[in-house]
């Protein structure tokens, strides 16, 4: 009975399908709660896949037969083998159906899922996909709600929980993807860059442009990592989460941030003077506009350390937001209060824009727009850049509670890129590396004083020959620090010296198997992003790929034997790079180091992931370096999607950074007006076409075949000013627009021409005028209106409207600007229109206000 399954599949006959497939009643094995994958051949176990219930042997009821066979009554029954038969391909219908755009493959689907036999977690041999797999890749939704309501009623019936997730969607094909990683392959991602720039030369390589894009995308990085919205969570026991209390979070909670009251003010002057309107200097915050009040706030970045968070926004000034523990004036409010909750940091930033801001555990750095390095709070390792007066009490440390801008070797120099630890602090220009603080063989001293000197209290220029191209950042942990550069590099100084990262070219699959690139793609395989936390550095690529690597133990201890006048290049100061997320399916947008190694990441599709330590994992290691990869698993983070950037601290807090999608706020434009598009072909003008002028000069008919000039006025207005007898050619073309249109309900004539009387619509006199409006209810009251300007009658079973002394051009222009709201430009073209209909008595009115506001109906020949 299999051919005649397939046979009223392929004929799209679903009667005798369902037919055919009734017969097999509850007798047929149930193969719907079988959550492993595949099913048996036609007839034999021995086919592409088998599932473990078809090994066992089949409980034959009365009637009905495993195979084909035949009821008491002489009906054919379908069993397992038979509805889950494959074709020459492997395909079962299941299979086939799912993947159909044929009108009726839900009806098909909807029978196969009734029989009791079906197999739905049945796959494709040749690529892996199951049903769900090939309806989603066909865009076939109803038919994936079809066999998700299937496998959930399978998996719940009465007693099941309803929590279980069935393996329908979690079977992966053979390149490792999910029925839904599968869907998201097919949506097109929303893409900024030039149509040039993915194109490829003539010789087959890339272009350059993919080159520039890189470089500029690393340069904007920041930009992309702006979100209105700023989620907290994790441990709050520093109080760095800024909810206002001393609660831990579990789950992602957000977090609000209040503009102080001179920014409000501020905006609302601009709000003013762009508005043109004078006001208040000063103004009650109440009576400020609700839309001045509740501007959007941008969050642009966030920092986290173990005693106080900072917040970063987008606001002109005052952008800077900190909260935490305030001893020490690490907060830099003005004095050592805790702060629970986020207070805009003022003194020198509420007229300045902070543009780059890090956290120290004890100080504070920020680099405002002007490129001035600020730092604050504890000095006790020097790590402020500036000497500070001895505290009254010997057992107290110097502390600025107030920022500070830092001179010295900074005092001309515009500082892009700052970090810092708890002992030492990191600047950077475009060229030149600073560090000051602790020495502990992580300032990057190339100097013979390397190991000898402890403190190093302002800042200095480091390791100047290392460098061949521009930094891009810098990061930093109590005993390294991590340089970016623009070629790519990645320079690790730790340990007295300084180590140059090699990262692996080649990535594992699924299988452990090495991977290799069909294409050379070395711009996407470079790093464009480093963060550290603890002893663990992460460095992420262009394509999304995130390695991470932690500082060697066993290298530092060794490094006391070499030479303390030269330090030299490190070996093994850092373990070998380790890729831990690969960005075949969801690539890495932002990470964030926390504690023990852990890491925390948003990928491009929004989700945030936290990589933890496995509860059995075994710390066979003295030192962390040494742990294995597979002590580690990613956990997904829930109730929060969308996200753009994620922080983390190395003592449990996390901070994430949303953006919802700017598709319908951004990227939605409005359309063009339509109307008159569509009202225009109705004016009875349309199709005017002017007779050759008798006498025509020659610049005057070079003038009137210039084909732009007929586009940019409209076809109507440059036949009307090119027509030498306008009457003329108005009376022939109205009277054969009569032969071929229905007559209108209305007309509008001139004294000056009362033999002209152009059609027009009734109703669209009264949409355009109010004063025709009245005039026409008026008329339809009396049975006629009468006015010194204009008057109304019945004429021909018509409306006629009769202006007194208009002229035959302003007639024209007010049907035509009925119609499409436009004019005929006379005034700007009225030598070369006198040219070709000359008025010997002509009176240049000009732009009269008593006549009209459009300056069409102004010009007005009056003869005498």
Not at 241 to 265: A, I, S, T
Not at 528 to 539: L, N, Q, V, W
Not at 610 to 617: D, G, L, S, Y
Not at 804 to 818: E, I, K, R, T, W
Request: aromatic share 8%; charged share 20%.
């Amino acid at each position: 009975m299999t051919h005649l399954l397939w046979k009223h599949y392929w004929e799209d006959d679903v009667d005798k399908f369902r037919r055919l497939l009734a017969p097999a009643g509850y007798g047929a094995q149930n193969g719907g709660r079988n959550p492993n994958l595949a099913a048996s051949g036609v007839g034999a176990s021995s086919g592409y896949g088998t599932s473990p219930r078809t090994a066992t042997k089949q409980r034959k009821l009365p009637g009905f037969g495993t195979g084909s066979g035949s009821t008491r009554h002489g009906h054919a029954a379908l069993g397992r083998n038979e509805v889950n038969s494959r074709d020459h391909v492997g395909l079962t219908v299941l299979l086939r159906a799912a993947s159909s755009t044929a009108e009726n493959a839900i009806s098909f689907v909807e029978a196969l899922l009734e029989h009791p036999a079906i197999d739905i977690y049945v796959q494709d041999p040749e690529s892996g996909w199951n049903a769900l797999h090939r309806a989603l890749y066909a865009g076939n939704i109803s038919i994936a709600r079809l066999l998700l309501e299937k496998e959930r009623k399978d998996l719940t019936g009465h007693t099941a929980s309803l929590h279980r997730v069935g393996q329908l969607i979690k079977t992966k094909d053979h390149e490792g993807n999910s029925p839904f990683d599968l869907y998201h392959s097919t949506i097109g991602e929303r893409s900024l860059k030039e149509l040039g720039q993915t194109e490829k030369s003539d010789d087959g390589s890339d272009s350059d442009d993919a080159e520039v894009f890189l470089d500029k995308d690393v340069n904007t990085k920041a930009k992309s990592s702006f979100g209105e919205d700023l989620y907290a969570f994790g441990s709050n026991r520093n109080l760095s989460l800024g909810f206002g209390d001393e609660d831990d979070r579990q789950f992602p909670e957000r977090v609000f941030l209040k503009r102080p009251d001179h920014l409000l003010q501020r905006f609302h002057r601009e709000y003013l003077q762009g508005a043109g309107e004078d006001g208040p200097a000063f103004q009650d915050i109440k009576k400020i506009p609700t839309l001045v009040l509740n501007r959007p706030l941008v969050i642009q970045d966030v920092v986290l350390s173990k005693l106080h968070s900072a917040v970063l926004t987008t606001d002109p000034a005052s952008n800077l937001y900190v909260c935490g523990v305030g001893r020490g004036g690490r907060l830099g409010l003005g004095d050592e209060n805790t702060r629970f909750t986020y207070t805009p940091v003022q003194g020198p930033f509420s007229d300045r824009k902070v543009v780059q801001v890090a956290l120290g555990q004890n100080h504070s750095m920020a680099i405002d727009d002007a490129g001035a390095l600020w730092t604050w709070g504890n000095n006790a390792q020097s790590q402020l850049g500036y000497a500070l007066p001895e505290p009254v009490k010997k057992d107290e440390d110097p502390i600025s509670t107030v920022p500070r801008q830092v001179y010295g070797p900074l005092k001309k120099e515009v500082i892009v890129g700052i970090a810092a630890s708890s002992i030492h602090s990191v600047a950077h220009t475009g060229a030149s590396l600073y560090c000051w603080g602790k020495n502990l063989g992580q300032l990057a001293l190339m100097d013979a004083d390397s190991r000898s000197l402890e403190f190093q209290q302002t800042p200095r220029k480091v390791a100047a020959s290392l460098f061949s191209s521009p930094i891009v950042m810098v990061t930093a942990v109590d005993k390294a620090t991590t340089v970016l550069l623009q070629n790519h590099t990645v320079c690790v100084f730790t340990a007295y010296g300084y180590h140059i990262v090699k990262f692996p070219a080649a990535t594992l699959d699924l299988a452990g198997n090495i991977k290799l690139s069909t294409r050379y793609e070395p711009a996407w395989n470079q790093i464009h992003y480093i963060t550290s936390g603890g002893e663990t550095i992460a460095a992420l690529t262009n394509r999304g790929d995130l390695f991470t690597m932690n500082l060697d133990h066993k290298a530092e201890a060794n490094s006391t034997a070499t030479s303390t006048t030269n330090p030299s290049k490190i070996k093994g100061a850092v373990t070998q790079p380790q890729c831990i997320w690969n960005a075949r399916q969801d690539g890495v947008r932002s990470v964030g180091v926390g504690e023990h190694g852990s890491v925390i990441i948003s990928t491009q599709s929004g989700a945030v992931w936290r990589r933890i330590k496995r509860a059995k994992a075994k710390d066979a290691s003295a030192w962390p370096s040494e742990s294995k990869r597979k002590d580690f698993k990613f956990q997904r983070v829930p109730y929060i999607t969308k996200v753009v950037a994620v922080r983390a601290s190395a003592y449990g807090a996390f901070a994430a950074i949303r953006q919802d999608s700017d598709v319908m706020k951004e990227q939605l434009t409005i359309g063009d007006q339509c109307l008159w598009e569509d009202v225009a072909p109705l004016n009875c003008l349309e199709g005017f076409e002017a007779s050759r002028p008798k006498n025509r000069k020659d610049e005057t008919m070079k003038f009137w075949e210039n084909e732009t000039l007929r586009d940019r006025i409209g076809p109507v207005a440059y036949e009307v000013l090119k027509s030498s007898e306008l009457e003329e050619d108005l009376l022939q073309h109205l009277t054969a627009w009569s032969y071929r249109s229905d007559p209108l309900d209305a007309a509008v004539c001139t004294s000056s021409s009362p033999d002209i009387k152009i059609p027009i619509h009734g109703w669209l006199l009264s949409a355009r005028s109010p004063v025709l409006r009245g005039a026409l209810v008026q008329f339809r009251k009396a049975g006629s209106f009468a006015h010194e300007l204009f008057s109304i009658c019945d004429a021909d079973n018509r409306v006629l409207v009769c202006f007194q002394g208009l002229d035959l051009v302003s007639l024209l222009n007010l049907v035509l600007f009925a119609y499409e709201d436009n004019v005929i430009p006379v005034w700007a073209m009225i030598f070369f229109w006198l040219e070709l209909k000359p008025f010997p008595n002509a009176i240049f009115i000009g732009r009269s206000r008593a006549m009209t506001t459009k300056p069409g109906i102004a010009l007005i020949p009056i003869t005498s």
